[in-house]
């Protein structure tokens, strides 16, 4: 077994193998484009092409508050500092500011506007009150949730993917072509610390993540393959291809000791990080999977395409491949 515990359930193939689709919520008129769970693992953040904003108890699976941005649309939803508090980039073709939103009150509390182009990633500090975007504009933003005033900006082509370390004190930035690099927060005006190169052919972008330990990084494309990467050499350590449609999203598991995947046909792939094995398959969902998330601290996974799906495991049930 593995010394990775959640609660009281230890994080391994078993328990990995037991999960189960205990709730689906049906409360989206079209798919839903991301989800953010809070850092203390309570509640979930969804955001829908409906321009629709949910909001939900991780523990009870009970929705507690729907909004709405209208006009604007909404995608790429993370939760800002607290359950509270959002960011989201607009989603309508013409308005590319991000929005940060208290969502007890439904009140804007600042707009950050500088992207001329779609906001493609954005990841919030664990540490601090700096967030990063990453536009079509072909550049990468440094903000601070208290001031509308960029922080700082990078340029990089390509469709650019970024996220912080766990520390909050780097960040990774994915670029064209396949092209790594590592940013000291502090001192992005110096440049990358470390770049390294992908030696595949040239791939798309769609979302970077750093493991829970730093010290290697996913890399979901849109060209069907997830890869791992150590974080400091560059090395390719795996890659992960589904054979059940082609994958959408990709993340860690709370340890990140297993990867999970999301494919077109609404298959959900769970592999052992390290091996690169399959370990598990969830097949319950009909639709493409349009996103997916782990809770940072309870075993508890969430799927997403028109509804929402809750996952959590139960030992008396496994299905391992």
């Given at each position: 077994?593995?010394?990775?515990?959640?609660?009281?359930?230890?994080?391994?193939?078993?328990?990995?193998?037991?999960?189960?689709?205990?709730?689906?919520?049906?409360?989206?008129?079209?798919?839903?484009?991301?989800?953010?769970?809070?850092?203390?693992?309570?509640?979930?953040?969804?955001?829908?092409?409906?321009?629709?904003?949910h909001l939900y108890?991780?523990?009870?699976?009970?929705?507690?508050?729907?909004?709405?941005?209208?006009?604007?649309?909404?995608?790429?939803?993370?939760?800002?500092?607290?359950?509270?508090?959002?960011?989201?980039?607009?989603?309508?073709?013409?308005?590319?500011?991000?929005?940060?939103?208290?969502?007890?009150?439904?009140?804007?509390?600042?707009?950050?506007?500088?992207?001329?182009?779609?906001?493609?990633?954005?990841?919030?500090?664990?540490?601090?009150?700096?967030?990063?975007?990453?536009?079509?504009?072909?550049?990468?933003?440094?903000?601070?949730?208290?001031?509308?005033?960029?922080?700082?900006?990078?340029?990089?082509?390509?469709?650019?993917?970024?996220?912080?370390?766990?520390?909050?004190?780097?960040?990774?930035?994915?670029?064209?072509?396949?092209?790594?690099?590592?940013?000291?927060?502090?001192?992005?005006?110096?440049?990358?610390?470390?770049?390294?190169?992908?030696?595949?052919?040239?791939?798309?972008?769609?979302?970077?993540?750093?493991s829970s330990d730093?010290?290697?990084?996913?890399?979901?494309?849109?060209?069907?393959?997830?890869?791992?990467?150590?974080?400091?050499?560059?090395?390719?350590?795996?890659?992960?291809?589904?054979?059940?449609?082609?994958?959408?999203?990709?993340?860690?598991?709370?340890?990140?000791?297993?990867?999970?995947?999301?494919?077109?046909?609404?298959?959900?792939?769970?592999?052992?990080?390290?091996?690169?094995?399959?370990?598990?398959?969830?097949?319950?969902?009909?639709?493409?999977?349009?996103?997916?998330?782990?809770?940072?601290?309870?075993?508890?996974?969430?799927?997403?395409?028109?509804?929402?799906?809750?996952?959590?495991?139960?030992l008396r049930n496994?299905?391992?491949?």
């Open positions: 077994g593995n010394r990775n515990r959640m609660g009281d359930i230890p994080i391994d193939t078993s328990s990995m193998a037991s999960l189960f689709l205990s709730k689906k919520h049906n409360d989206n008129e079209g798919p839903i484009n991301s989800i953010d769970y809070s850092p203390d693992g309570q509640y979930i953040i969804t955001s829908s092409e409906d321009e629709s904003i108890n991780a523990l009870t699976g009970e929705q507690e508050q729907k909004l709405y941005s209208k006009k604007y649309g909404v995608d790429l939803i993370r939760f800002a500092r607290s359950k509270s508090n959002v960011i989201y980039a607009s989603n309508n073709g013409w308005d590319e500011s991000l929005r940060y939103l208290d969502v007890e009150t439904n009140t804007f509390l600042r707009y950050f506007n500088a992207h001329r182009n779609k906001v493609v990633s954005l990841s919030v500090s664990p540490r601090d009150e700096g967030f990063l975007s990453a536009s079509l504009d072909n550049t990468i933003r440094l903000w601070d949730f208290r001031s509308s005033a960029c922080q700082g900006t990078i340029r990089r082509a390509g469709r650019p993917s970024v996220c912080y370390d766990p520390s909050g004190m780097i960040f990774a930035l994915a670029s064209e072509t396949n092209n790594i690099s590592l940013y000291d927060i502090r001192h992005i005006d110096r440049g990358p610390f470390i770049q390294f190169a992908l030696d595949e052919p040239p791939l798309t972008w769609e979302s970077i993540t750093f730093g010290k290697r990084i996913l890399l979901g494309t849109k060209e069907n393959a997830t890869y791992l990467m150590d974080a400091f050499s560059g090395e390719k350590l795996q890659e992960y291809r589904s054979t059940k449609g082609t994958i959408t999203k990709s993340c860690f598991s709370p340890d990140s000791e297993f990867v999970f995947t999301g494919t077109t046909e609404g298959v959900i792939h769970i592999w052992a990080t390290d091996s690169g094995a399959e370990k598990v398959r969830l097949d319950d969902q009909e639709r493409p999977i349009t996103a997916l998330a782990c809770n940072p601290k309870l075993f508890l996974m969430v799927s997403g395409d028109i509804e929402l799906c809750m996952w959590i495991p139960d496994r299905h391992a491949l």
